[in-house]
């Protein structure tokens, strides 16, 4: 994928060859250090995201890694645009495919090593000769299965570097040259000789010992951790790889005549109509223009209650149409759709760095060389103090396997694959790890109203009948005469009419008078619907009863519609822009998380209070900021801002774009503007505002894992190299700690799979 920044060309390229953090931050470094370029890899998904200026090309940041002793792939072009993502990719390869050479060698090593362990380990095993057995054994382990680890660190040495590889080079081969050495040269060949397993520091036998168990041992659990490690990093990628897969192959078009044709996604065009049957897939973000259905969306943003929809209403590719018949336009294809745009940012979210994870490469870039020298002074400080050779080589050997820091490598990269993976199943998008930080400090959050926390349009809530009135047919002949309306007061009538009472009667002499309402005649009756200033017009007054109804409805922030026809008033509507019926719990749950929510209107008090009342902001402390300019928003964050608060602020609208931008963690309503969500860290693909408690609560969770994976990391080092430099460890112990270290990074981060929304 390529992409352009500013006047900068950003690349993502496929990194082959990487065994350790150490690779990564080595890369990193070699690419970083060409002009005009910076570079993240990350090593968990074996990418590196470049961004280069002009004089560079992607052939040189290739030919670059390719020096350095790496692959790199360029980005596959895309060979079309699909309606629900970024282009047709090449399916992803089998997990059998990928793992199966890492898997015959881990079989390999298991089968063989484990007779040449028991036989060190288990003195009366050991017949004559059985030292030759474990040699014939052990050979194919140290050469075939363990061919990777040497080929890595000799590619490594070549370009003066040395990675993890090294360390288990270096290591196994030193065991098993030892034991040849001990075998041909020494006492270790002798019949009947026996092997002490623990190592004594005492102990003075020069060549008497052979470490064949440690070199076949260590191989084999480091291989185990391997492909282990190999599997949780793909189940860490699932979420996304199926949120890049949910998208629909083939497409039904409409052609002209009404005539229908299949054909390939990548052929679809903005404004094309394409059929979409029940069951099948809506290939692409469009807007219904014949049928009505309903979709669910539960793959796409977590919600299991599938939505109506009908003309004019705006569709999502990669949902799907659990009703009728659908004749959709496509507004979007490609890499513009909802679809890619979240793959988009869940893989960015992947690829990003904590600032704990960019100390930890920091780390690992330097800590190979340094374990060398640590392992060639604990082998000189055992000779020195009269251990002998066989205990001080023993020792040094095991700081060599000990002191992997993969680990460091995968602690930050895997719980970001895992939560924003997760996230994004559930509807949340995760920009990046730095938003993880901001939602452990965030203490106050700003609730824009219109679209947030009510439902951005305006619906028909109440209707208030004079004495003897009908409500039904105050609703045929209003909504009947509103209908021929575009207003959104009159939208709202016409639709909350539609529903109660069916199919409306047709207009004649329709006339809408601006500022004041609509006239026209309905079955005969002359109707008029609008403020009481229309009304006036015709001398028609409202009657006690509805002039109360009408101030109370104004005092609630609703707006007041009267009704009249033949002469006499006969209702008066109430309309507002209605809570969403989830934003009180919300709040609640806003609040649980430690947070004090603060409501941001352009309405007036009134209204705001209002709304405020309904959501639960009425306790000391809540703040209602009424009568806001779209302008003024952000001026209004800057000033909760200057009184010590960090502010995290839920908008959906162009004009919240720069709030989202200026406050501390900014989260966008999915179903809102592309303004807004490009300003915000957190977007959440539902228009449920319980989703943002979620949010946050998933955010923060996702930090505490990748602090947790850090702690073990660097406590597994700090605690373990000391006990191989005091030769309290036996290499093959060794190794086999140090791939459970890995191990269990990447399954404490795969706990982040159980992750459950309470919305």
């Known amino acids: 994928m390529t992409t352009t920044v500013g006047t900068d060309t950003e690349v993502e390229l496929a990194i082959g060859g990487m065994t350790c953090a150490s690779c ?21 998904t074996e990418k590196a995201r470049v961004a280069f200026g002009e004089g560079v090309t992607v052939d040189d940041l290739i030919a670059t890694v390719e020096k350095t002793g790496y692959t790199a792939a360029p980005p596959a072009p895309e060979r079309g645009t699909t309606g629900g993502g970024a282009g047709e990719t090449a399916p992803a390869a089998d997990e059998g495919d990928e793992l199966r050479p890492l898997r015959q060698r881990l079989t390999t090593a298991v089968v063989l090593a484990v007779p040449v362990i028991a036989l060190a380990m288990v003195p009366a095993w050991q017949f004559e000769y059985w030292q030759w057995l474990s040699l014939t054994l052990a050979a194919p382990v140290v050469t075939y299965a363990a061919w990777p680890f040497h080929r890595a660190a000799w590619t490594n040495a070549r370009h003066g570097a040395a990675t993890m590889d090294t360390l288990v080079s270096v290591g196994t081969s030193a065991a098993f040259l030892w034991s040849l050495w001990a075998l041909f040269l020494g006492t270790a060949g002798t019949p009947g000789m026996t092997h002490p397993f623990e190592l004594t520091i005492e102990r003075t036998d020069g060549a008497g010992n052979i470490y064949l ?70 290939a692409t973000d469009g807007t219904v223009v014949e049928g009505s259905s309903a979709v669910d969306a539960s793959m796409l943003t977590g919600e299991s209650v599938p939505v109506e929809v009908g003309v004019g209403d705006t569709v999502t590719g990669a949902t799907l149409n659990a009703g009728g018949r659908l004749v959709v336009e496509a507004t979007r294809v490609g890499s513009d759709t909802q679809l890619a745009r979240m793959a988009r940012l869940v893989e960015d979210a992947q ?40 205990a001080a080589f023993t020792a040094a050997v095991a700081v060599l396997i000990i002191a992997c820091p993969c680990a460091l490598g995968l602690a930050t990269p895997t719980a970001l694959m895992v939560g924003t993976g997760r996230g994004a199943q559930l509807g949340i998008l995760i920009k990046g790890p730095e938003v993880l930080e901001t939602t452990r400090k965030v203490d106050t959050v700003v609730l824009d109203k219109t679209g947030t926390v009510t439902t951005g349009r305006m619906t028909l809530l109440a209707v208030r009948t004079a004495d003897g009135e009908d409500e039904a047919e105050v609703l045929r002949l209003a909504g009947a005469l509103e209908h021929a309306s575009e207003h959104p007061v009159a939208r709202a009538i016409a639709a909350g009419a539609a529903e109660k009472v ?15 309402g609509v006239q026209g005649i309905v079955d ?29 409805a104004e005092a609630r922030g609703r707006t007041a519609v009267a009704v009249a026809w033949d002469g006499a008033a006969r209702a008066v509507l109430e309309v507002a822009d209605a809570v ?82 200026q406050a501390d963690l900014g989260l966008a309503m ?62 093959m112990i060794a190794g086999a700690a140090m791939a459970f270290s890995s191990v269990f990074v990447v399954t404490n981060s795969l706990r982040l799979r159980t992750f459950r929304t309470r919305s």
């Open 213 to 282: 168990e440690a070199a076949a041992g260590v191989t084999a659990f480091i291989l185990a951790g391997r492909y282990f490690e190999a599997r949780s990093k793909r189940k860490a990628g699932a979420a996304l790889r199926t949120l890049l897969e949910l998208g629909a192959k083939e497409v039904t078009v409409l052609r002209e005549g009404g005539r229908e044709e299949r054909v390939p996604i990548a052929r679809l065009a903005v404004g094309t109509r394409f059929v979409v049957r029940p069951g099948e897939k809506i």
């Open 24 to 44: 990564a931050a080595r890369i990193e470094k070699k690419l970083n250090r060409m002009d005009g370029v910076s570079a993240t890899v990350n090593y968990a």
């Open 502 to 516: 069916g199919v409306l009667p047709a207009v004649e002499d329709f006339a809408g008078i601006a500022g004041l």
């Open 580 to 661: 969403k019926e989830t934003s009180a719990e919300a709040v609640r749950d806003l609040r649980a998380l430690g947070l004090t929510p603060v409501l941001l209107t352009g309405d007036n008090q009134a209204v705001a209070q209002a709304v405020a009342h309904e959501i639960g902001l009425n306790l000391p402390g809540d703040q209602v900021i009424a009568e806001v300019m779209p302008e003024d928003k952000v001026n209004a964050v800057k000033r909760l801002q200057t009184e010590g608060r960090s502010v995290a602020m839920i908008g959906d609208g162009v004009n919240d774009a720069a709030a989202l931008a």
């Open 524 to 552: 005969g009756h002359a109707v008029l619907v609008g403020r009481t200033g229309l009304l006036a017009e015709w001398a028609i007054g409202l009657p006690p009863g509805l002039a109360r109804a009408k101030a109370e």
């Open 351 to 390: 690829n990003g760095k904590a600032a704990a994870q960019r100390l930890a490469d920091r780390i690992s870039g330097v800590f190979v060389p340094v374990v060398i020298a640590l392992a060639l002074g604990t082998l000189g400080f055992w000779l020195g103090n009269g251990a002998g050779l066989t």
């Open 670 to 731: 999915g179903t809102g503007t592309d303004a807004a969500i490009e300003a915000a860290d957190l977007t959440l693909v539902r228009g449920d505002l319980r989703t943002a408690a979620d949010a946050i609560r998933l955010a923060r969770r996702t930090l505490g894992t990748i602090k947790s994976n850090l702690f073990w990391a660097f406590g597994y080092n700090v605690a373990a190299l000391p006990l191989a430099a005091a030769g309290l460890l036996n290499p």
